[in-house]
């Protein structure tokens, strides 16, 4: 999700009424429970409802193809910020709504400064250039 | 002459008003709590899983614990969030987990043609009991493991008698013979 959230570690505020209401839009950042490793959740962006048409880049790194899909009824498509390096729908398909756990709110920088203390030894991930944060922590729009 | 004098206590009355409230919310609290995380009893309706379940109405017990301990088998009855429609739930039977292979009657009402699909991982694969005339993973395909929200346990008789008798005017969503119903109501296996 560079550059929106940090490779080594943020603390996010998920709100969850939003998705009981059904509130929840293109653009919003969302918990998701993973639909192929059950115990584990996912932080993406939502790009397109059930009924939309969503047209994505199946493979940035390699080729430039690109792909249409309708998202099915009762659906969501979501992507990671960074496509690069990032594994969602375009991978494993259109996610049901039912898995959705919540949406992100903010990110609590307080907090963040505790974690990137905490995990200061923490090696990342994957070889990626880290991107410059921005300052306000607000990521809902 | 001072209404608010020793006429009426508003104090001792405000105070019981809010001991009272205290208790209530303390109570729908604890019943929040364990509808969410320990059991439910849920209503179930539809021919999708006769004979075994009742067609116009059966109030069953959902424990809510197992399948957050990933101890969801073939052959429990689930509840299940539905993928087609996020504000229904579905209870039906988990014939395979993923990475099994499974092999079902695709239209039995029309064919007798079978397919075989591998159940992808994270993945569990749903069906009716009654599959003529059930919606279930042979139309929506493989449902991922986090929609499992609780395996049923059984059936509260008790209730089903006062639901048959509240329910009593509604007719069957289709047209199908009801199978008579087991005495005991232990559905898990």
Same mark, same amino acid.
């Given at each position: ?22 509130? &929840? ?6 918990? !998701?429970?993973?639909? %192929? $490793? /059950? #115990?584990? *959740?996912?932080?993406? +962006? &939502? ?6 048409? !969503?047209?994505?880049? %199946? $493979? /940035? #790194?390699? *080729?430039?193809?690109? +792909? ?7 659906? !969501?498509?979501?992507?990671? $910020? ?60 | ?189």
């Amino acid at each position: 999700m560079l550059p929106t959230l940090n490779l080594t570690g943020d603390v996010l505020l998920a709100e969850r009424v939003s998705h009981r209401l059904g509130k &929840v839009r293109p653009g919003d950042v969302v918990l !998701v429970r993973s639909p %192929v $490793d /059950p #115990r584990k *959740s996912l932080t993406k +962006r &939502v790009v397109a409802m059930g009924g939309d048409k !969503v047209t994505f880049v %199946v $493979d /940035p #790194r390699n *080729s430039d193809r690109v +792909r249409t899909i309708t998202v099915p009824r009762g659906h !969501v498509w979501i992507q990671g $910020d960074n496509i690069y390096a990032s594994r969602d729908s375009r991978q494993f398909g259109a996610v049901p709504y039912g898995l959705v756990e919540g949406k992100i709110l903010c990110r609590c920088i307080l907090m963040c400064i505790v974690a990137s203390i905490v995990c200061i030894k923490r090696t990342p991930c994957s070889p990626m250039q880290v991107w410059p944060l921005d300052g306000f922590g607000l990521l809902h729009h | 002459m001072n209404l608010f004098g020793n006429a009426v206590p508003w104090r001792s009355i405000a105070k019981e008003a809010l001991e009272r409230t205290a208790i209530v919310t303390r109570f729908l609290c604890l019943l929040h709590v364990t509808n969410t995380y320990i059991c439910t009893p849920t209503l179930v309706y539809g021919p999708s899983m006769l004979p075994t379940l009742n067609l116009t109405g059966d109030v069953l017990l959902a424990e809510r614990v197992s399948h957050r301990l990933g101890k969801v088998r073939p052959g429990d009855v689930v509840l299940v969030r539905s993928p087609v429609d996020p504000r229904k739930s579905l209870t039906k039977r988990v014939v395979a987990m993923g990475g099994d292979k499974v092999t079902f009657v695709v239209d039995p009402r029309n064919s007798d043609r079978v397919r075989t699909i591998t159940v992808p991982r994270g993945h569990v694969w749903i069906q009716g009991d009654n599959i003529y005339a059930s919606r279930d993973s042979r139309q929506f395909g493989a449902v991922p493991y986090g929609l499992v929200e609780g395996k049923i346990l059984c059936r509260c008789i008790l209730m089903c008698i006062v639901a048959s008798i509240v329910c009593i005017k509604r007719t069957p969503c289709s047209p199908m013979q009801v199978w008579p119903l087991d005495g005991f109501g232990l559905l898990h296996h």
